[in-house]
């Protein structure tokens, strides 16, 4: 099947095109109809959050993205508040309890904020769960049929590490603006005069933290239960600094729109990032998202204009006479990378750039990454020293290295 024929739904509804996808997440060509358990993308990720209504606001308001559905008690949702916000072909929903014996309250007082599912669309639910109830994986929600005047969805869902699923979705015949119980939304906020349409445009991958010694178990999940394939590994001085450690595997599905970075804490001095998150998440979870953009120095000026707070990026980064040599030339001047600490990194394919912000909630759990590619297919290797010791910085602020 061609990239042309397979556009997400969230692809086709943000206008983007091959090339651009090409770019903003490394899309490479790819042949489905062997695969046993074919992805065509993201559809969703879902959050469980404290307060919903607030955390729809910031991700409006300092994320720039927009509110098009909504389920509640007004559309008849007694347990909670749900809020679907997009951003090109990002869409995130964002849950949060009303009734006190809601079982989110119970998730998010053991978790705090944090992505309970990423859900893929997928040509044919049936077959996908029919693959991965035979390779072991836990069917947690059977497939089914789910229908309103927008037509209908096939829906189903497995289980991966900690209380992250995966919901597989397909969506050819549904046209209703998320899912049945849910209502079309537009949002009360009104963005700056100057501020652009939006300020990302796909969701390039998701990364997991699981337990020490449990990284290859969970890659051996996504190959033998979806199909997907290794991308890269990190492992070593790669991704140590003098005090602490972790190791890194990535794997994708055929197509490389959907990549999972899989980390695990390794030994070290000092804890780590990843034992960290596991001790405040209270077990594996998904640790940060990476969020795509074609103009990441606008995207961190307004980010930051709206008090988005980032990791901070030590002069000497940009001043090493071995990181402007690696790096060649780029497009714009080191200068402005500095001014706003983005990193860059450069491979065999092209370059990137990257920067990461500080946790998003109370706590030190997920964040996010935004990344601009140039035909880069890495993931920022020459950076993740520089990237670790930052967190190490924040870690030791808080009391937890």
Not at 27 to 48: M, N, Q
Not at 317 to 328: C, V
């Amino acid at each position: 099947m061609s990239l042309e024929q397979n556009l997400t739904d969230q692809e086709r509804l943000a206008n983007l095109g091959l090339d651009e996808l090409k770019q903003l997440v490394g899309l490479v060509s790819y042949d489905d109809s062997a695969d046993p358990f074919p992805v065509t993308g993201w559809d969703a990720v879902e959050w469980v959050v404290g307060n919903a209504t607030q955390s729809a606001h910031f991700f409006q308001s300092a994320l720039g993205m927009e509110l098009v559905a909504y389920s509640g008690p007004e559309t008849g949702n007694r347990d909670h508040h749900a809020y679907v916000l997009k951003s090109g072909a990002v869409r995130f929903v964002v849950k949060g309890a009303v009734t006190p014996g809601s079982p989110l309250l119970d998730h998010h007082r053991r978790r705090g904020d944090g992505v309970v599912d990423i859900a893929l669309e997928v040509p044919d639910v049936d077959r996908c769960v029919e693959h991965a109830r035979a390779q072991g994986a836990t069917v947690v929600e059977e497939p089914h049929d789910v229908s309103d005047e927008h037509g209908t969805l096939r829906v189903a869902a497995i289980a991966t590490y900690g209380d992250t699923r995966h919901s597989l979705v397909d969506r050819s015949r549904y046209q209703g603006p998320y899912r049945p119980g849910y209502g079309a939304r537009a949002s009360s906020y009104t963005k700056r005069p100057d501020a652009p349409n939006r300020l990302f445009q796909a969701l390039d991958h998701v990364v997991g933290n699981v337990e020490m010694g449990r990284m290859d178990e969970w890659v051996d999940f996504y190959h033998r239960v979806m199909g997907f394939t290794n991308m890269a590994e990190f492992i070593g001085d790669d991704i140590a600094t003098e005090y602490s450690a972790l190791m890194s595997k990535v794997v994708a599905n055929g197509n490389h729109r959907v990549k999972f970075p899989l980390n695990e804490p390794a030994v070290g001095r000092k804890k780590s990032q990843i034992d960290e998150y596991l001790e405040f998440y209270q077990g594996p979870g998904a640790q940060h998202l990476a969020l795509a953009t074609n103009d990441i120095l606008r995207t961190v000026d307004c980010l930051r204009a709206e008090g988005v707070e980032f990791l901070a990026t030590p002069d000497s980064y940009y001043e090493d006479p071995q990181l402007r040599a690696r790096i060649g030339e780029v497009r714009v001047p080191i200068e402005e990378l500095q001014k706003r600490g983005i990193l860059v990194d450069r491979d065999e394919d092209g370059y990137l750039l990257q920067i990461f912000t500080k946790p998003i909630g109370d706590r030190p759990t997920v964040f996010f990454e935004f990344i601009e590619r140039h035909g880069s297919l890495g993931f920022g290797k020459g950076n993740f020293r520089a990237l670790f010791e930052a967190l190490e910085r924040e870690q030791e602020r808080r009391g937890n290295f």
